[in-house]
């Protein structure tokens, strides 16, 4: 098989596991799954390690934004670790959420086991299922095989369906009708850009750095991680206008700064991405709409045009972070389904993780 062709597969294959996934949330009895755990009267905590962490992030984000409430993101270790630097596990009006794609994740089934202990109920999300789900008492386990090594429809999927429980709980039946557009909106736009990562990907950059703010942010952050994953290639992520504060100083014709543009905030956004090509950087752009100048001045362009609310467009922006760094492994020689040092389950004395 050539290299990457199965992380290539699961990348394109994402509509048709989004209408799996929807279609499996669609029967879904959410009462008695998370009905009596309100995000009003129960702090919701995601937790997960890696990209499940930066899955939880997002997840927190939707809930913050559409209910109206606080909910965070730790990873799993912290809470095993540092635990007066979360809510204490013992607080009654906590819900955690814990991530975990094959089931196995080590940290996470420590959490898994300690919140047992304590008497606290937890919902799982997972895909493989696995230990996870006999831990929990409450389990949501999504119809999406992956073998590849790197996180990608499983992250995606998972985002939506938590994203799905969010609009549930606010009411937003307008939103979970946003989420179910998706798939055929991704289906039309990988034949226009997915060429077009390949061909921009043919180059080599000394330096990667992925911006957004807001509920983008952990969104760059995986994309990032991707691109590291998958190319065994330096990359950062930072808020947008905090790259300004310092970060900018790597800027050269070799570096590659890659901006997920809000619509709330593209006018200062964007004007970052702006001075960074003006500095000399090669520009990535991603957007809903993209301005004038801004389309003109990117090294790469894409503009996704969809008539979803802003939040509900998160995971799209993120399949051309996964083409990105597949393609620049490609380019160097390696194999994105075998990245250097990783594999799809990892052990740490005697614990998978």
Same mark, same amino acid.
């Given at each position: ?17 989004? *209408? ?24 919701? %905590? ?32 912290? %809470? ?33 086991? #300690? ?26 386990? #999504? ?24 609009? *549930? ?11 179910? !557009? ?13 060429? *077009? ?29 991707? %691109? ?11 808020? !947008? ?8 100083? %790597? ?32 520009? #990535? ?54 990245? *250097? ?5 990892? !052990? ?6």
């Amino acid at each position: 098989m050539e290299h990457g062709a199965t992380t290539l597969r699961e990348i394109y294959s994402q509509p048709e596991v989004w *209408r799996n996934c929807l279609h499996t949330l669609d029967k879904l009895e959410l009462e008695p799954l998370v009905g009596d755990k309100d995000p009003r009267s129960h702090e919701w %905590i995601f937790v997960g390690c890696g990209t499940s962490y930066y899955l939880a992030q997002a997840a927190a984000a939707t809930f913050t934004i559409l209910a109206g409430v606080p909910a965070h993101a730790v990873p799993a270790s912290e %809470i095993l670790i540092f635990p007066k630097l979360v809510v204490p596990v013992e607080h009654a009006a906590i819900f955690p959420v814990l991530i975990s794609r094959s089931g196995h994740t080590s940290e996470v089934l420590q959490v898994a086991e #300690l919140l047992s202990q304590r008497g606290v109920e937890f919902l799982a999300v997972t895909c493989d299922g696995n230990e996870l789900v006999g831990l929990a008492t409450r389990a949501l386990k #999504l119809p999406v095989t992956e073998e590849s090594t790197v996180m990608t429809s499983s992250f995606t999927s998972m985002l939506i369906a938590l994203q799905y429980i969010a609009a *549930r709980f606010a009411r937003q039946d307008g939103f979970v009708d946003a989420l179910h !557009t998706l798939p055929a909106a991704l289906g039309a736009l990988l034949p226009i850009y997915g060429p *077009r990562v390949e061909q921009f990907a043919q180059q080599s950059f000394d330096d990667v750095a992925f911006l957004a703010q807001g509920a983008l942010y952990p969104i760059a952050s995986e994309t990032a991680l991707k %691109i590291m994953e998958s190319s065994s290639s330096y990359a950062q992520f930072f808020h !947008t206008l905090e790259f300004r504060h310092g970060p900018k100083s %790597i800027v050269s014709k070799r570096v590659l700064v890659g901006a997920l543009l809000s619509e709330t905030g593209y006018a200062e956004e964007s004007a970052v991405l702006l001075e960074m090509k003006d500095l000399g950087g090669r520009t #990535l752009a991603i957007a809903n709409q993209l301005s004038p100048e801004v389309r003109r001045s990117a090294d790469l362009a894409i503009e996704l045009a969809l008539p979803v609310p802003e939040l509900a467009r998160l995971v799209v922006y993120l399949i051309w972070g996964q083409l990105l760094g597949s393609h620049l492994g490609l380019r160097k020689g390696l194999n994105p389904d075998s990245p *250097r040092h990783l594999s799809r389950v990892v !052990t740490l004395a005697g614990r998978a993780i």
